[in-house]
């Protein structure tokens, strides 16, 4: 048996070179704390004291923002920190969990720029000395978070004779290592990349909590794992001759081929396969993360390597991988070579990043020195590797090219060839807040950024120079700024194009302004709309926002999509849809005196209020208010979108306004800078007396994404028969307040009729709880189930005709409440209740 003894001082000689081991903190990115950066529940907020900033970076900055890899599929992105009071402050969020590293960069006015992190705290990437770090934990990546009962990272330090210096490397040991225990423990070498440290293992890799989760759930071996840097001039001799020597002179590990295992991150990978190739059966197992070869292998290397190699396991990500056609040549290499080799396949969601390599880590790991493996082939959700990848040629792209796996390519022309630095703006966040990506100026002048997977539909613009630009190759959007993109996939159904002819018809309405002046709106018909239809169609008028225009619901705001997906879908009663123009006019005068009697004459469409609705986002929505409250019973469904009432009115009709409308509806977003104004006014007209619905917050700020989504709530309860709720059975006796205790499950059962009095048995109504202050309802939340991963629905039972709903009140803060049953047909039954 070959083991050293282990480190029983803090400094230990072998072969009369020194060897230092030191404990050190068990993750240095955990111990930065950069006080600049806090978060709640959803949210995290950044705010950067403005004199501080100025004096770290020698001035007042154009722009400050906050740079991380925040952007779709881990981007490195950038969002602006505006000026708030004495700060430059921003907020992003909801973040999926995972590790985040992020820096503050100043852009001066000359457009130079300068990078830094908070002053005084530590520095979290050594490699990235302007980073800091955040973790998010959740479900998702438990297997990369802290445990209690965890390993131990300790400093090794050694002389190098390739590098002439000395140098660090980091070695984890076991809960329970045992320095003296008879068996050596199985070692496993972890090499870093060029322009990485072996800290970056810790500090972004994660691997201390990664190997801790491993061997505290059984998934992986007790084992002893040493990260170096081998870059050096001979990165074989640097890891065979010194590297290796001090592991064995330090800890109780194994020498022997069996029990020792070896990979790297690029660079590192790289040289994990060459010391494949030059000392084949030193190593018994390899991994290759975002690595090559270099030249083909022989035949007599391939024999050599197969005789002495347990396993050897490739790993590569998607298109973005700098690797991904060095590893197509790779496998090509060991194929044809017969090489026995093991491919995890394409990481269809990361490129180089350790994002993927972390993943690598945790599947390599588990598969050493004996641990019992199921899958031997790609991990659930990879692809094979088929084929190189051609990026699209210079020159070629007018609009984004898209790939078929997402992956999204902007390039602009020549145009800005002299600018010092162009990005692309969008609306890139998880709740549609607007992200720039920094793009790369190539050698022919162009500008051209490469990023996804991307899913779904996005809308962007340039930024030259610190200069908003809308791309000079979009000939589609007129009207708007912003340019479309839809990246077909999973999310975003509801705004991707129906099939050819299948969808409704835009037309443009011109009518009369109020002086004389030509005017325009966009009208969406539905699809086999009949303009001799003997029934005329019921009619919603829809208004745009301050700074937009007629053409912004259609070429922002997908409305066109939106109506086409919700007919086709069946959830929307047919009708025709009004897009006008506010800008300039007054409000009440242009729509009741130009507008209507224009759609009336030129449309199939209904003047009768029943069948009449009036929408709009923003501006559009606080006329959207006056007007309902002003005119009561010209319109029977209201749907406001982030608008609110800058004064309140005197002499409001509330009998009127109540008994002539169906459904007026309120939405606003959480970080929706009209918030707290729509509370207010939510506030107020409950004090009228006044019946509205709150849809609830939504996660999201002053934008299309919020307001894409209220029209796809709003649309399918207008015009449709509504639903009628009877048989509400104890403790929710009715619409009284009733008392549920905190703690209980509580069974909701209802029925649901049609308005012909017939039972409806194909719903799905939704359950909601909103907590109430003051009156006036606040966020909507999901209605938790008892039953474990089911969602709010309620489920219909045809043998006791009701729907019900198993409700789990644990946890509730006592006070007043509305439990929502939302049918999505008509109003939704609202139930006050106490929770003690």
């Known amino acids: 048996m070959s083991h050293s003894s282990g480190p029983r001082t803090t400094s230990l000689v072998a072969a009369a070179a020194l060897v230092v081991v030191s404990v050190i903190a068990a993750a240095p990115a955990a111990a930065a704390t950069d006080t600049w950066h806090s978060n709640d529940d959803v949210y995290h907020y950044f705010k950067v004291p403005q004199s501080q900033a100025s004096s770290i970076v020698g001035g007042t900055p154009a722009t400050l923002e906050l740079e991380a890899n925040i952007g779709p599929s881990g981007t490195w992105s950038a969002l602006a920190l505006d000026p708030s009071g004495s700060d430059y402050a921003a907020n992003v969020g909801p973040l999926d969990p995972g590790l985040y590293y992020y820096q503050y960069t100043a852009t001066m006015q000359d457009r130079s720029k300068v990078s830094f992190r908070q002053p005084g705290s530590p520095v979290a990437v050594t490699s990235k000395p302007n980073w800091n770090t955040f973790f998010v934990p959740g479900e998702s990546v438990a297997w990369m978070d802290d445990i209690a009962a965890g390993g131990t990272v300790e400093e090794l330090s050694y002389p190098s004779a ?82 290796v020597p001090a592991a064995r002179a330090g800890y109780n590990i194994s020498s022997r081929p069996k029990g020792q295992a070896l990979a790297g991150v690029a660079t590192g990978a790289e040289q994990a396969i060459s010391i494949l190739r030059s000392d084949p059966g030193t190593f018994a197992y390899v991994g290759s993360f975002s690595g090559s070869a270099d030249g083909p292998i022989t035949r007599a290397e391939a024999k050599a390597i197969n005789k002495g190699t347990k396993l050897l396991r490739a790993y590569v990500g998607n298109t973005l991988d ?58 659930k959700g990879h692809r094979a590797l088929a084929r190189p990848y051609e990026p699209p040629a210079a020159g070629s792209i007018t609009t984004p090219h898209i790939d078929p796996h997402g992956i999204v390519t902007f390039e602009t022309g020549t145009q800005w060839a002299g600018a010092k630095d162009v990005t692309i703006w969008g609306n890139w966040a998880p709740n549609g807040q607007w992200f720039r990506i920094p793009m790369d100026k190539q050698p022919d002048g162009r500008w051209r950024i490469t990023v996804g997977p991307l899913d779904g539909y996005h809308y962007y613009r340039y930024v030259v120079d610190g200069v908003d630009t809308k791309d000079p190759a979009d000939t589609v959007n007129t009207h708007v700024m912003e340019s479309q993109l839809f990246v077909p996939g999973k999310s975003d159904a509801m705004l991707a194009d129906v099939p050819e002819s299948r969808g409704g018809t835009v037309s443009l309405m011109t009518y009369d302004g109020s002086q004389g002046t030509e005017r325009y709106a966009y009208v969406w018909t539905p699809p086999g709309y009949d303009a001799d239809r003997e029934a005329a169609y019921p009619v919603l008028y829809l208004y745009h926002g301050g700074g937009q225009n007629y053409g912004s619901w259609l070429e922002t705001g997908r409305a066109k999509q939106i109506l086409d997906n919700s007919y086709l879908n069946g959830t929307m009663a047919p009708m025709v849809v009004v897009m006008p123009d506010q800008n300039g006019v007054d409000f009440w005068t242009d729509l009741s005196q130009h507008v209507m009697p224009t759609a009336a004459e030129k449309y199939n469409i209904s003047t009768d209020p029943d069948e009449q609705a009036l929408a709009g986002l923003s501006w559009g929505g606080m006329n959207t208010l006056g007007t309902w409250l002003g005119h009561p019973g010209e319109f029977a469904y209201v749907g406001v979108f982030s608008g609110f009432l800058f004064s309140y009115p005197s002499g409001v009709d509330v009998q009127a306004v109540n008994e002539g409308t169906k459904l007026a509806r309120l939405y ?103 907590r109430k202050t003051d009156g006036v309802a606040g966020n909507r939340v999901p209605a938790t189930p008892v039953q474990k991963r089911a969602d709010n629905t309620a489920r219909y039972s045809a043998a006791r005709n009701q729907y019900t709903f198993h409700w789990d009140t644990s946890g509730l803060v006592p006070g007043s409440y509305e439990l929502q049953i939302d049918p999505v047909r008509g109003r939704v039954h609202a139930i006050a209740l106490t929770i003690k």
């Open 162 to 243: 390739t590098a002439a210096e000395d140098r660090t490397a980091l070695v984890w040991t076991p809960p329970g290592y045992d320095s003296a225990r008879a068996e050596a423990y199985p070692v496993l070498y972890l090499l870093s990349s060029e322009g990485q440290t072996a800290r970056e293992w810790l500090e972004l890799g994660r691997a201390k909590q990664v190997l801790d989760n491993l061997v505290a759930g059984g998934d992986a071996k007790p084992m002893v794992v040493v990260m170096a840097d081998a870059n050096s001039a001979d990165p074989r001799a640097e890891l065979l001759d010194a590297i």
């Open 322 to 379: 700098p690797s991904y056609n060095d590893n197509y040549d790779l496998l090509v290499d060991l194929k044809k070579s017969g090489v026995r080799f093991e491919f995890d396949g394409v990481n269809p969601d990361d490129g180089a990043t350790w994002d993927a390599w972390r993943e690598n880590l945790r599947d390599f790991a588990a598969r050493l020195f004996g641990q019992k493996v199921l899958r031997h082939g790609a991990s």
């Open 668 to 770: 606003s977003g959480d970080i929706d800078f009209t918030y707290t104004f729509t509370q207010n006014t939510m506030q107020w007209l409950t004090s009228q007396g006044i019946e509205y619905e709150y849809a609830g917050t939504w996660v999201g700020p002053h934008g299309f994404d919020i307001w894409m989504a209220n029209l796809i709530d709003f649309v399918p309860r207008i015009f449709a028969p509504e639903y009628r709720f009877g048989g509400v059975r104890p403790p929710l006796a009715g619409d009284g307040s009733d008392i549920v205790k905190a703690g209980r499950a509580v069974p909701v059962k209802f029925t649901l009729t049609g308005a012909d009095g017939e039972t409806v048995t194909d719903a799905r109504p939704r359950v909601y709880l909103v």
